[in-house]
């Protein structure tokens, strides 16, 4: 006879989570204290900033960011570079870029004003279907699933789901809203984060602890760290390339911006020959200017959700009076800091 499937057997009570989280929530700087209301902007700004970046990374650019930016309408009308500059080290700039345009159409289209439903939110740019749902259940109470990696690894156990990821999703989240309380929303929105963060943790889930652990038809199954399972990985591929580092007398350092489109857009970087499968045969013909270029020793690697590079370094020392060439500046030393310069280009700039 068939063994049928685990996820007929069970449903986890909302109840029980809802009342873990009452004792066990975490303090996090852009979430509301118990019985005040959520702010959107908040919300809007930490989804993002959360996105392939953990709380902690988070954190400081949250506060320097609502520093800055204390509201929508005044990132709406902040430059983007500046934007960008202020968001230089948290990687994935696409999102800087979205989170940007999405203040300017909330700050244009809404007066300001977030809408409130999933399918208004999901119209506006840089707001997918999990940032929407997140800001419409934790800021305006939306019967809304935010569907993240946290809520998939619990969800997942909970059912002992045998479908590999990324496959497995939409019934993850079918899954997933049948698990939803009557009311709530938010709080069940965040006590599935706070759960997937805490208790149901990749490695080692704290079962012991766990609000759903009668329920749980992995832990029943003795192997929870199985869930949720995957496709083998493809191999991450290799580009590599040259970075010039050209010093002025001065220690003003050749730059120039990326285009908008595409990797690290609008970011500055120090120039570079094109990042592929292998170097160039002779680099110096991409050099931005003429001069004795000397190849560092150890390259430069960082690693990008889609490649890994490795850029080694080439840097010339050159006179006060050289010109930039064309889509090119001089940044003086004191002006680095305020540069739009993604981490791999800091660790290039680490050679100065
Ligand atoms: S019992 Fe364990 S595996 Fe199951 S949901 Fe709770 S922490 Fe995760």
Redesign the pocket.
């Known amino acids: 006879m068939e063994k049928a499937e685990p996820e007929a057997m069970r449903r986890p009570e909302p109840a029980r989570l809802l009342a873990w989280y009452d004792r066990h929530r975490r303090r996090l700087p852009w979430r509301a204290l118990p019985g005040e209301r959520q702010d959107p902007y908040k919300v809007f700004l930490s989804e993002i900033m959360l996105q392939q970046t953990t709380v902690a990374a988070a954190a400081p650019y949250f506060a320097s960011f609502l520093a800055r930016w204390p509201n929508i309408e005044a990132l709406a009308v902040a430059p983007l570079g500046e934007v960008l500059s202020a968001w230089a080290g948290l990687g994935y700039y696409a999102r800087a870029r979205n989170l940007h345009a999405g203040a300017k159409a909330v700050a244009e289209r809404y007066s300001g004003r977030f809408p409130m439903s999933v399918s208004e939110l999901i119209t506006l740019p840089g707001i997918g279907p999990y940032t929407a749902a997140a800001i419409a259940s934790i800021a305006f109470e939306q019967r809304a699933v935010p569907v993240d990696g946290n809520w998939e690894?619990?969800v997942s156990?909970?059912f002992a789901h045998s479908e590999p990821l990324p496959k497995a999703r939409a019934r993850l989240r079918t899954l997933a809203e049948t698990l939803l309380p009557d009311a709530r929303y938010g709080d069940f929105a965040q006590a599935m984060m706070d759960?997937g963060a805490t208790?149901?943790t990749p490695r080692r889930?704290?079962?012991a602890?766990?609000p759903?652990?009668d329920a749980?038809a992995?832990?029943a199954d003795g192997e929870?760290e199985r869930?949720p399972l995957r496709l083998a990985k493809m191999a991450r591929p290799t580009r590599r390339g040259v970075a010039f580092l050209a010093v002025r007398a001065d220690g003003a350092v050749l730059a120039r911006s990326r285009p908008m489109e595409g990797l690290l857009g609008g970011m500055t970087e120090v120039p570079s020959t094109p990042w592929e499968g292998a170097l160039p045969t002779d680099p110096v013909q991409h050099a931005p200017v003429k001069a004795a270029w000397t190849p560092l020793n150890a390259p430069v690697t960082h690693v990008f959700s889609h490649f890994a590079l490795e850029l080694t370094v080439w840097r010339a020392e050159v006179p006060a009076g050289t010109v930039a060439p064309a889509g090119h500046r001089w940044v003086p030393v004191r002006g680095i800091d305020d540069e739009a310069f993604p981490s791999v280009m800091r660790k290039v700039l680490a050679r100065l």
Do not use: E, F, G
């Open positions: 690894r619990v156990r909970l759960l208790i149901c889930p704290a079962c602890l766990c759903w652990n749980c992995a832990r929870p869930y």
